[in-house]
């Protein structure tokens, strides 16, 4: 019996130790690479497809390009266009000829600018800043090789609108860009509620010299009902007139004084 036990012990360490040797056999190695190189495949689909799902993703995205396009060149307008003016600021790039270059350039009540080698200036006023460039080339033509210069609007300060009427603050204010009635109500504080918006005018000032009405329905570009399409141009006035409330307002305002008036008299 002693025996059987022994030999049943040496056997079952037997198995052991092969069990262990064929575990760290080349064999078992390869079949454990195998598995394991057949994984990344799989890992690669899933990235092919996520690759896919971000492209399709990206096509969805609307292009806001041509929007952007469409505002830029709506406000490029304005600059391109303006005609510059006493207070506003501009600055000359000669190209490779720094020292021709200024920057921060106030145009004078004058209109006349000072530049180097010009020494009786170059009157700009009245002019757009690409008509001023031309100047300047032709000018500097006589000292400079192909002169390249650029001129740009840093600042606007000459083009000047008003609000007047039953608005939140009626004044002159500077025309720094593109400007629809609607917006320009809204920066003077927009349209009181003793405001009539349905016959809100622009004077616009003629060649003649005369001030012409151009009505505007306010209410009904507030409804979408109407396209906020007309523009100020430098000198306009935007005139909102009251309506029944403001009269209302004045007959109510009198109330007081009448009162005070009947106590003063002794009554009647």
């Known amino acids: 019996m002693k025996k059987l036990l022994t030999q049943t012990i040496v056997i079952t360490f037997a198995l052991v130790i092969t069990a262990g040797t064929f575990a760290q056999s080349p064999t078992a190695t390869r079949q454990r690479r195998t598995a394991s190189d ?3 495949p799989a890992a690669t689909d899933q990235s092919t497809s996520g690759a896919a799902e971000l492209s399709a993703g990206a096509q969805n995205i609307p292009d806001k390009s041509a929007e952007e396009d469409e505002i830029l060149q709506s406000y490029n307008n ?3 266009t303006y005609k510059l003016g006493p207070e506003d600021i501009i600055s000359i ?3 490779g000829q720094e020292r021709y270059s200024k920057s921060g350039i106030k145009i004078p009540p004058s209109g006349r600018i000072s530049l180097a080698l010009i020494p009786d200036g170059i009157f700009v006023s009245g002019k757009t800043v690409d008509q ?5 080339k032709k000018r500097y033509d006589e000292y400079i090789r192909e002169p390249q210069v650029s ?10 609108y008003s609000v007047i009427g039953d608005v939140g603050t009626p004044g002159i204010r500077l025309m720094t860009r593109r400007l629809s009635v609607t917006e320009a109500l809204a920066e003077a504080g927009g349209v009181l509620q003793t405001g009539d918006k349905k016959k809100v005018y622009v004077l616009r000032k003629q060649v003649n010299g005369n001030l012409t009405p151009i009505p505007v329905n306010v209410a009904a570009i507030y409804r979408g009902q ?3 399409s007309l523009y100020l141009l430098p000198g306009d006035q935007v005139v909102v007139p009251g ?3 403001k009269t209302f307002d004045k007959i109510t305002s009198f109330l007081p004084i009448l009162s005070f008036a009947r106590i003063f008299a002794g009554g009647f």
């Open 151 to 160: 001129v740009s609007l840093d600042q606007a300060g000459s083009y000047r």
């Open 226 to 228: 109407a396209p906020d």
């Open 243 to 245: 309506n029944k409330w």
């Open 93 to 95: 790039a000669v190209f």
């Open 132 to 136: 001023v460039s031309e100047l300047i």
């Open 78 to 80: 304005f600059f391109t």
């Open 38 to 40: 057949a994984t990344p």
